[in-house]
């Protein structure tokens, strides 16, 4: 640990001591933006390392929050590790990153360990359905945020769920392709065993209803018949899919809405792959606005998650739980996605 010291930076900061410890103890809020950053820059001038296991003992709490992702294999989550730490940091706290796989028992041992060394809260970005895994945790003092999941009947009551309407993004998707005359149109995903997913595919097909196009006959691919989600894999699930759809005996859908955006870049490779081309021959739209999405050739038409905001509510919840004395009442909210056309979709030839 570095020998500098809480008044060695509040003298090179012409600050008190209690300024700069109310900064490293998460109350920023007390002190004018130009303070905090001038003690911020003296902290990283001067090399200065808290005692976290001292201030844990003195608050009574950590200032290290778990965050439990699918897989950063997915660009998705690794941005929202990126702005969800940013919104940690800017109040003093730092983030601990566990990649699940979606797996329940997965799930459960990285957060029981995290509980074990002091972490009280958490965001889950699981999405699967039920959280009864979890629930035992939550009885032992875990404040926990369910990211990219609806609330659900079971859930505890001090659960606070943030996520995009999937269901109004999957509306989106099937109201774009159908204005622009799409009438074969396919979804593509993984196994559907996530809240978010369910949701997604419930609004395209709605959408797509009342443009007069029949459940029956939209297209589906989730699957190889196995139950995995496809996180780390899922632009090659969207190669894959795609590569069936367009090589099979049925006539071939003008229009595909895969899943997320690296299933969408999949199913673009197995476009070029068939000879066909992107926008013209095959539609295809995804879902997340990941930064690969804008530079794809062509550029990929998505819904877009505000992710930043997304973050930012997650973290805020959490910290709101960590700090406040009296137990607070759980809550869901809900953000709207937004439509960004690109060049992917186009109207269908011929």
Known sequence: ???????????????????????????????????????????????????????????????????????????????????????????GYHVLLCN?????????????????????????????????????????????????????????????????????????????????????VAFVSGALRSVNRQERLRGFLNALDRAGIRERDVLRWTGDGDDQLGDVEAAQLGRQAADELLSGRRRRPTAIFAINDMTALGVCRAVRDAGLEVGQDVSVIGFDDIVLAELSSPPLTTVRQPLSELA??????????????????????LFRPELVTRASTAPPQG
């Not at 950053?37 to 778990?66: C, F, H, W």
């Not at 509510?313 to 709101?320: D, H, I, S, T």
């Open 100 to 184: 699940s796989e979606r797996d329940p028992d997965r799930e459960h041992r990285y957060i029981a360990e995290l509980l074990s060394d002091g972490v009280f809260g958490i965001v889950l970005c699981s999405a699967l359905p039920s959280l009864e895994h979890v629930l035992p945790l939550v009885d032992q003092g875990l404040q926990l945020v369910a990211f990219d999941r609806k609330a659900q009947a079971g859930d505890p009551d001090s659960l606070v769920s943030i996520t995009v309407d999937n269901a109004i993004g999957g509306e989106l998707a099937g109201d774009h392709l159908a204005a622009l005359g799409h009438r074969r």
């Open 1 to 91: 640990m570095s020998d500098v010291t809480i008044k060695d930076v509040a003298t090179a900061a012409g600050v008190s001591p209690s300024t700069v410890s109310n900064l490293l103890n998460g109350r920023a809020h007390r002190m004018l933006p130009e303070t905090r950053q001038r003690i911020e820059q003296t902290i990283k001038d001067l090399g200065y390392r808290p005692n976290r296991a001292a201030r844990q003992l003195r608050t009574g709490r950590s200032q290290v929050v778990g965050l439990v992702v699918p897989s950063v294999g997915n660009p998705y989550w690794g941005a929202f590790a990126r702005h969800l730490e940013s919104a940690a940091l800017a109040e």
């Open 312 to 333: 930012t509510a997650a973290f805020a919840e959490l910290r709101l739980r960590l700090e406040d004395a009296a137990p607070r009442p759980g809550r869901s909210l």
